[in-house]
């Protein structure tokens, strides 16, 4: 009778429909012991054989991105790298056509959520998605009166400069109207080429030329933007850029390596020489004669073994030979254009090949290419949340005069496998690793880090930032002193010189951190 009782005391709360079955698996009627046989079927921890590796990184996924830290150490530079970006300059937002009359667009940037629209001059506008009047955001509003955006809770209408000038819901009359409170805050855009900028900064706007790159402004000029999203913080996908000793390892089996039997760049104990230009950029290059750090292996016909023995493994890498079935073809085409085996640069501009925009730059952009003079691609790192960036992929084919009809079909017909081959096949590859870095964890560093450091010391010491908050004496002066971490790199360019008579120590120290 009381088993009875509790079954249709269960019943009559909706506990379960009728059924003996019913009764069994619902734990709620076994006394709230939570033993039901549905629930012990179905509890998602390691209740079976084999059942710990869904957990063995315990609650944070097996491949999901570690949470974003920074160190503690003050005198670690990455300690003041700033999780969501520097905020005083033109970042690239988003299509200037994806922005339609009638319906504003949100997009995160830096943490800050900004409504676009456009105005009466169906120029594109921004504003912090945010009204004044109860804190709703403005994107879920619409644009009713062509050139204004309305908010979608009281009527609130904003201009482009943010501006309230109704309030629907009080009336022509209200005095909402033009309130000094009442002023949503403004974002300074400029579009170029059919992508819209935004100038992030509290201050008074830069030049958008300082942090826009030049191709960008040259009139003939076919802009390809891509978009690309990446669930890790924008230090860790900038900092890869300037890794310049992975593509052995993380991009052995991309198109674009394959070509090369160098694997990319030759492998060496030796970090590329760096150059901080301007205080605004870092350009690294493998040195000459006795710092040319490239030729650290090459034998005295000036080949480099594709294979290598390591003796702590007693094995070679690459294990197999495979990759090298084709790459004749490409040492070939170098032979033809006067240029060594291995590696085919493109045509280069007739522009100093260190310059202010050959490198990566603040505040988040890595330049690939070289110096070419046909072809420039842009990777900007746009920090979204601490854990997200999006990647904006500024893709510019560069012409001296207008391109033929035929000329811009051929680029259109062959852009989307270019495309794949640059940004995704090789760039994913990238992502695969760097969203694994555990940016608060010790480091030992190697003489081949020395890219990294040097963007380091420029992003913390050099950002626009730290030099206003400075010229207002907010900030203390730049620290001239070496890191532990710029320490270690310098101690292993020495022990790699120690050991052999082809390297000069004191011009491989001269030229590593360099200002220019």
């Known amino acids: ?58 609650t944070q996924g097996f491949d999901q991105t570690p949470p974003f830290r920074t160190p503690d150490d003050p005198d670690d530079r990455r300690s003041r790298m700033p999780p969501l970006g520097f905020r005083e300059y033109w970042y690239p937002a988003l299509p200037d056509k994806d922005i339609k009359k009638g319906q504003p667009e949100v ?37 009713y009166f062509p050139g204004f955006v309305t908010c979608p809770y009281h009527g609130a209408t904003f201009d482009g400069d943010g501006n309230c000038v109704a309030f629907l819901t009080e009336g022509p009359e209200s005095k909402m109207v033009g309130a000094p409170g009442m002023k949503a805050r403004k974002f300074p855009t400029i579009t170029i080429k059919g992508l819209v900028f935004v100038w992030m900064g509290d201050g008074e706007p830069a030049d958008p030329q300082e942090d826009i790159p030049p191709e960008m402004f040259e009139e003939h000029n076919i802009h390809r933007p891509v978009f690309s999203m990446f669930d890790c ?74 294979q290598m023995y390591y003796p702590g493994v007693d094995g070679v890498w690459p294990l197999t030979k495979w990759r090298l079935a084709w790459t004749w073809i490409f040492d070939r085409k170098a032979r033809k254009t006067g240029q060594a085996p291995g590696r085919v640069r493109p045509p280069q501009a007739d522009t100093p090949n260190v310059n202010e925009w050959n490198g990566t730059r603040l505040p988040g952009m890595s330049r690939t290419g070289g110096n070419n003079a046909y072809f420039r691609s842009t990777r900007w790192a746009v920090p979204v949340e601490e854990g997200l960036t999006r990647m904006v992929y500024l893709n510019v084919e560069r012409y001296g005069k207008k391109p033929s009809p035929m000329r811009r079909l051929w680029s259109s017909v062959s852009w989307p496998y270019r495309n794949w081959e640059l940004n995704f096949n090789f760039r994913n590859q990238d992502y695969d690793a760097e969203k694994y870095v555990q940016y608060d964890f010790p480091e030992y560093l190697s003489s081949t880090d020395s890219v990294v450091v040097a963007m380091r010391r420029l992003f ?25 971490a710029e320490q270690m790199v310098r101690e292993g360019d020495a022990r790699v010189a120690e050991a052999s008579e082809s390297f000069d120590i004191d011009r491989l120290q001269e030229e590593l951190l360099r200002q220019v």
Not at 6 to 21: D, E, H, K, L, V
Not at 127 to 134: F, G, I, S
Not at 258 to 281: A, C, F, Q
Not at 462 to 481: F, G, I, K, M, S
Request: proline share 6%.
């Open 1 to 58: 009778m009381a088993k009875f009782s509790r079954i249709s005391a269960c019943y009559n709360r909706g506990n379960f429909g009728p059924g003996t079955m019913e009764y069994i698996l619902n734990p709620a009627c076994l006394g709230g012991n939570g033993m039901g046989l549905k629930k012990l079927l179905l509890k998602p921890l390691s209740g079976y054989p084999g059942g710990y590796r869904h957990m063995r990184r315990g």
């Open 460 to 484: 913390v010491e050099h950002n626009r930032d730290v030099q206003r908050r400075r010229a207002r004496e907010e900030e203390l002066p730049e620290r001239p002193e070496e890191t532990v």
């Open 233 to 306: 913080n924008w230090v860790l996908v900038l900092e890869n850029t300037m890794d310049a000793h992975n593509a052995f390892m993380v991009h052995r089996n991309a198109i674009r390596i394959l070509k090369s039997r160098l694997g990319g760049r030759p492998r060496t104990p030796l970090g590329y020489r760096v150059n901080l230009v301007n205080n605004k950029t870092v350009h690294y290059q493998p040195g000459r004669g006795k710092s040319s750090v490239e030729r650290y292996y090459y034998d005295e016909d000036g080949q480099i073994p594709y």
């Open 107 to 143: 997009l995160r940037m830096l943490g800050t959520d900004v409504v676009f629209f456009r105005d009466q001059n169906d120029e594109v506008q921004a504003l912090l998605d945010w009204c004044p009047h109860r804190s709703v955001y403005l994107s879920m509003g619409k644009c």
